[in-house]
């Protein structure tokens, strides 16, 4: 696994997913955020084309 970036938060780095897709493993540093904003972080992350990625789970449908 290689560093690709580190930030505020974190740090990210890339991953392959089954091998051969590339991915970025985002870390995070222990009481650098709310646990709201960590998940409100990971929703955006996993669906990031959603309104500028910042609708939430709930608000998907």
Known sequence: IQE???G???VVHL???IEKTKVAIKTI???AM???DFIEEA???MYPDWAGG???LA???
Do not use: A, L, N
Request: without cysteine.
């Open 4 to 6: 690709i970036g580190s």
């Open 8 to 10: 505020q938060f974190g």
């Open 15 to 17: 991953g392959y997913w």
């Open 29 to 31: 540093r222990e009481g």
């Open 34 to 36: 709310s646990e709201e």
């Open 43 to 45: 929703q955006v992350t």
């Open 54 to 56: 910042r609708r939430s």
């Open 59 to 61: 608000q998907r449908g």
